[in-house]
């Protein structure tokens, strides 16, 4: 029996180096570069091949007119963009992620590779919501699907920078380890996806008039609100750090007036 217990013991420490083994960090970057690129390849490809009216349908039905005949095509279009600024976001915040780090591990890796499969998906989120973009149930469902492809491609990202924080001191630079300036801002920037793209989910739920107008348009929105929130926490650390000096003063200023007064003064 302690044979066994030796075994395993020394089975569970095997894996666990080699989940903190070093990987990469330029093999790493370079094939998420790569992944990104091409699901942006594959969105710029599927909006101009099906999305592109017919000179003959321009002049029967729209009488000519190309504005009145790409009009038919907004609710793609819309799509298309929507998808294409969420797959920007995404490979911005990658970039931030390891630009912070210093050494990558094999569980980075890994999870980083459940991050680029959930992104993969987004052409498929885009065809869904661009197909079904009509008042049904079936485009709720498209909702619910992106929603739920955008929130594992965002949460892996988030792991991957919750495990560099377990071992700080060789996967983190020193600038944005926990505790710090960049720390707060690299968490709010991997939290933002997915607490966003839960909360259309509910909305999906809660409310029947939802539309993929409506999710597309959120899309777009999120970089606007992405540099809000960097605004916020910087407003924020900045009040958090006025309070702490204010409190520093009044405690320094009690000091020197109990050093100035005389035992007796003091004893009363």
């Not at 095997?14 to 970057?29: H, N």
């Not at 909006?47 to 190309?66: A, K, M, T, Y």
């Not at 038919?72 to 929507?82: H, S």
């Not at 995404?90 to 992104?119: D, E, P």
Request: proline fraction near 3%; glycine fraction near 4%.
């Amino acid at each position: 029996g302690q044979r066994r217990e030796e075994e395993e013991h020394h089975s569970l420490e095997t894996f666990t180096f080699y989940l903190s083994e070093p990987l990469s960090k330029e093999r790493v970057e370079a094939f998420s570069d790569g992944v990104y690129a091409i699901v942006a390849t594959l969105l710029i490809l599927d909006i101009c091949e099906d999305n592109v009216p017919d000179p003959r349908e321009v002049q029967e039905e729209f009488h000519g007119s190309l504005l009145e005949a790409l009009s038919e095509y907004g609710p793609n279009y819309l799509a298309y963009f929507g998808s294409f600024v969420t797959i920007g976001l995404l490979w911005f915040v990658h970039h931030s992620l390891f630009l912070y780090v210093t050494k990558a591990t094999r569980l980075m890796g890994l999870l980083n590779i459940l991050s680029l499969a959930f992104i993969g998906g987004l052409p498929l989120a885009y065809q869904l919501t661009s197909e079904f973009a009509e008042k049904s149930h079936n485009e709720i469902e498209a909702i619910q699907v992106s929603c739920v492809i955008t929130f594992f491609a965002s949460i892996f990202q988030f792991a991957i920078w919750t495990t560099a924080l377990l071992n700080e001191e060789e996967t983190l630079h020193a600038f944005a380890r926990y505790g710090g300036k960049e720390h707060a801002f690299m968490f709010a920037k991997l939290a933002l996806y997915p607490c966003v793209s839960l909360g259309a989910f509910f909305l999906t739920c809660l409310l029947s008039e939802f539309s993929t107008a409506i999710f597309h348009l959120m899309q777009i929105v999120i970089p606007f609100a992405f540099l809000a929130l960097r605004i916020f926490v910087r407003i924020s650390l900045t009040a958090i750090r006025s309070v702490m000096s204010l409190s520093r003063r009044k405690v320094v200023l009690l000091e020197e007036e109990e050093a100035c007064l005389s035992p007796n003064e003091t004893l009363s």
